[in-house]
């Protein structure tokens, strides 16, 4: 039966007034965040949705003018001279003495560009130039540089440190660890990086859209039902009650505020809980519930921190530990305004370049004055006068990171200056501490372990941590923990016994039943692939293709994983059913340097030598060291019955890596051949 248009109409009204009183009822139980309570903001959410700092900026003029001019706000934009806080001339070089590359930066008109070359006495016998699309960081500390190929993201090996004055490699890429221009920028980096990216399901590195710098709802939550409710004029008195509709760091208790924080400025070793991903959390949410970050700890040590761990280092101190009452929390709509925290001096609106150091010595006169702390500062006199009374400069001393080179920051462990002898003590490695959540269980420990070895630093300690929280005794143990079981038997090369687990298990049900999701952390389709791998370098090609293919089907922008899968076709021979998956790669990514040398393997086996040099030329020039290339290389010389050029690759090859066993095999039967 059909409603009338009057009854309609008063449906419509009670309906209204009924949300109008949900959402914005100014009744006294509304006016304090009770931390006990089960009151959620409206913008937590699945309906709510991001708006964009635009429209926030329609109403807060003044504070988008202020904001954009923070670090946040200059977090990242595209590459232009205004953006870039680098010095540039023609004697910019940086070299790489262990993979014998020069690094040269330079503006071609508006467009900054990476030259990376080799030289032979004073020629030049290698040349390859990249574009930088993109720049991270706001200059305060580093301008690092970023390559984007139809969507993918990859850091450039050069970074400008601004505080020095100088080019280096970006950390990580020091010490002979130089990925050149392959390193991925996935996900967990853009969350922080830069304002909710549109991501693509299903690779690693893919993005369709990429926001400059951190946006406003970065801290505050999306903006749709605030802005909803303001655009028809509901308004709430913010001076008396908390508003619901947007998150207000400010008034969180503050463990919650810290979260906010934390979130991106926490930066180590996360771990994702179980089904979750780096843009489930929202500010006003419980960051433990989503990730929990852990940091390395040592015996006797309390100088060694990385970069983006402020958070984690000012709770280590008194000044914190003395101020923070849990039942602060729901005394008031700032909870925070008696306790010391990231806000009590830091106004996230403002830089912190045009923030007047007495902004922060009035934060530690709140506390340390004649009235509360029994007189001030007992230092000598010719030294405050030294130190132009600036309590930060004593107590929170720049220093250098562990994580990053060439950069100085205020140490946020507020104390007493440590002597010279404390500083120098030998640094004993404890483990891995997790910040903010006081006990992770086992399953959580052991992925921290695992990603730390993987990630950080090749110590076989780690894994051995993690042998001890995983457990596989019972069958049910390994179905709980089958993923960070293969991970862990993955990066210790064990193959034997991810196919142990996958016999126990069974392979159909594996690839039916038990890994089939996809998701933003692609965990099913790498847990393939490394199941893949297994079979692979175990000579089981026709399971190892099962498992390859799967992984692809859940994360079809992988090119690893197309690679692997076309790659376990030529080794059956099926050389018409891997030539369209390599297409297909260099499609997504023209520049991957393993689809390039497969297909050229792959016309070379179909007898199209002069498509196959094509494909090895086009690799060579940008990559001229990769060794499967190379061998490829001397394949089609020996080929072409040019056994001198073979013979030379070959022991160009064996000079970069003399255990390349295959390189030295075929080198001695090139010997008899000659002979």
Not at 269 to 284: A, H, M, Q, W, Y
Not at 292 to 320: E, G, N
Request: proline letters at 4%; glycine letters at 6%; charged letters at 25%.
């Amino acid at each position: 039966m059909k409603l009338s248009i009057r009854k309609l109409l008063l449906l419509f009204f009670f309906s209204v007034t009924i949300l109008s009183i949900i959402y914005c009822g100014n009744g006294r139980e509304s006016k304090i965040q009770n931390p006990k309570s089960k009151i959620t903001y409206l913008n937590h959410s699945d309906s709510a949705h991001y708006v964009g700092m635009i429209q926030c900026k329609l109403c807060h003029q003044d504070i988008y003018n202020s904001f954009i001019q923070t670090g946040m706000g200059r977090s990242f934009e595209h590459a232009s001279k205004q953006k870039s806080s680098a010095k540039f001339d023609k004697h910019t070089v940086i070299y790489d003495k262990y993979k014998d590359f020069y690094y040269h930066p330079f503006w071609e008109g508006d467009n900054l560009k990476i030259m990376e070359f080799r030289l032979k006495g004073k020629d030049t016998i290698y040349k390859h130039i990249e574009k930088v699309d993109y720049i991270v960081g706001s200059g305060q500390h580093t301008n690092s540089h970023i390559m984007n190929t139809n969507g993918y993201l990859h850091q450039m090996p050069m970074t400008y440190y601004t505080q020095k004055g100088q080019w280096d490699f970006p950390p990580g890429f020091e010490d002979g660890f130089n990925t050149r221009f392959s390193r991925k920028i996935g996900l967990e980096c853009m969350s922080c990086h830069n304002s909710l990216p549109d991501f693509v399901e299903g690779s690693e590195n893919k993005f369709i859209a990429l926001p400059e710098g951190v946006s406003c709802e970065r801290c505050h939550g999306p903006g749709s039902i605030h802005v909803k409710q303001r655009s028809l004029g509901e308004k709430i008195d913010t001076s008396k009650y908390i508003d619901y509709s947007i998150v207000s760091p400010g008034k969180l208790p503050i463990d919650i505020q810290f979260d906010v924080c934390q979130r991106c400025h926490l930066q180590g070793n996360t771990v994702l809980k179980e089904g979750k991903s780096f843009f489930d959390f929202r500010p006003g949410m419980k960051l433990s519930d989503y990730m929990t970050t852990f940091l390395p700890r040592y015996k006797d040590s309390d100088d060694k921190f990385i970069m983006a761990s402020h958070a984690d280092r000012l709770k280590q101190s008194k000044c914190f530990i003395n101020s923070y009452k849990p039942e602060t929390d729901s005394a008031s709509l700032r909870p925070y305004k008696n306790a010391l925290t990231c806000v009590t001096c830091h106004n996230p609106h403002i830089s912190v370049k045009v923030t007047g150091k007495e902004v922060f010595n009035n934060a530690c006169k709140n506390c340390h004055n004649e009235t509360k702390h029994n007189g001030m500062c007992t230092e000598k006199p010719e030294t405050l006068n030294l130190k132009q009374n600036n309590c930060v400069s004593c107590h929170m001393p720049k220093s250098g990171s562990i994580d990053i080179p060439h950069v100085t920051v205020h140490d946020h462990y507020i104390r007493k200056p440590m002597k010279n002898e404390e500083i120098e003590k030998v640094k004993e490695f404890i483990g891995l501490y997790a910040v903010n959540e006081k006990n992770p269980d086992r399953l959580t420990k052991a992925k921290a372990y695992i990603q730390q070895y993987d990630k950080f630093e090749y110590n076989p300690a780690y894994l051995d941590s993690a042998t001890f929280y995983l457990s596989d005794k019972t069958s049910n143990d390994v179905k709980q923990n089958l993923e960070t079981l293969i991970h862990l038997y993955f990066v210790k090369e064990n193959y034997a016994k991810i196919l142990s687990y996958v016999s126990q298990l069974g392979k159909e049900n594996l690839l039916q039943n038990v890994l089939i999701k996809k998701s933003w952390g692609n965990n099913n389709a790498w847990t393939l692939y490394r199941i893949g791998e297994s079979f692979y370098n175990e000579g089981i090609i026709e399971d190892a293709y099962l498992f390859y293919k799967k992984a692809v089907e859940l994360s079809p922008y992988n090119p690893e994983f197309k690679n692997k899968l076309g790659a376990s076709l030529m080794a059956q021979n099926k050389v018409n059913q891997a030539i369209p998956i390599f297409e297909a790669i260099l499609k997504e990514d023209p520049k991957f340097v393993p689809a390039l040398n497969n297909q050229g393997y792959a016309n070379l086996v179909s007898g199209n030598t002069n498509k196959a040099e094509d494909f090895y030329n086009r690799a060579l020039s940008l990559d001229p060291d990769y060794e499967p290339l190379l061998m490829n290389l001397v394949g089609l010389k020996i080929y072409k019955k040019n056994y001198k050029g073979a013979e030379k690759l070959l022991k160009q090859i064996l000079i970069k890596n003399p255990k390349n066993g295959q390189a030295i095999k075929v080198l001695d039967q090139l010997k008899g051949i000659k002979a």
